[in-house]
Structures are given as structure tokens and as C-alpha cells.
Nanobody, 121 residues
Framework: QVRLVESGGGLVQPGGSLRLSCAAS????????MGWYRQAPGKQRELVAV???????NYADSVKGRFTISRDNTKNTVYLQMNSLKPEDTAVYYC???????????????WGQGTQVTVSS
């Protein structure tokens, strides 16, 4: 079993910054794509950013230039640095990881429990 645990959410004023972290643990042979999604009240979950094990990152247009996704493969951890936060960034943020639990095994998508980010004065 694979577990993803997020941290770093909270309340911040407009223009402020937060850094989210998500650590994967459990039966892990390899982690491929890691990403962050968010869901605001009354809206569908949307992609924020994704970082593959190799290759270029991808961001939603609404966060380009403000958010940065990174990962530390030695710690099985993905980060989301969020700068210049806006009230419309308020949402529950979820991390995801595509994980192969064993060598040659089929990778599955796993999700964290979510962390609340509120941007308000």
C-alpha cells in the first residue's frame, strides 16, 4: 500500500506565499508523474502542476509564473511553492503520484488526503 501525506496548507493574505509538501511512503519501487490538483467549493478538481520523473513540468495557465513544482526523489516528496497568492487560489490542494509498487508492476495513481489553502485578508 502507498500513502501520500500532505502538509503546509493554511491561511495567508493576498500576495503571500505558502509551500506545500507531499511525502509518499509504503510499497514503492518507482514513482513516475507527481502532481498537485485543487478543488474549490462548488467546482471540479483541476490540475495545478505536474512533474514527471524526467522531462519538463506542466502548469495550469492560472498559476504560471507564480507557482513552482519540484520533487526530491531521494525523499519521494513533491513540493509546490506558491507565491503571489490570490483569493481565487483558495481550495483544497491534493497531491497525486503514479507509483509502481514492485519492479515490472503496473503503476497506479494514488492521492493524498488534501490540505486547505485559504487566501484572504
Amino acid at each position: 500500500q502507498v500513502r501520500l501525506v500532505e502538509s503546509g496548507g493554511g491561511l495567508v493574505q493576498p500576495g503571500g506565499s505558502l509551500r506545500l509538501s507531499c511525502a509518499a511512503s509504503g510499497s514503492i519501487f518507482a514513482i513516475y508523474d507527481m502532481g498537485w490538483y485543487r478543488q474549490a467549493p462548488g467546482k471540479q478538481r483541476e490540475l495545478v502542476a505536474v512533474i514527471p520523473s524526467g522531462g519538463t513540468t506542466n502548469y495550469a495557465d492560472s498559476v504560471k509564473g507564480r507557482f513552482t513544482i519540484s520533487r526530491d526523489n531521494t525523499k519521494n516528496t513533491v513540493y509546490l511553492q506558491m507565491n503571489s497568492l490570490k483569493p481565487e487560489d483558495t481550495a483544497v490542494y491534493y497531491c497525486s503520484a503514479e507509483v509502481a509498487p514492485v519492479r515490472g508492476g503496473t503503476p497506479y495513481d494514488y492521492w493524498g488526503q488534501g490540505t486547505q489553502v485559504t487566501v484572504s485578508s
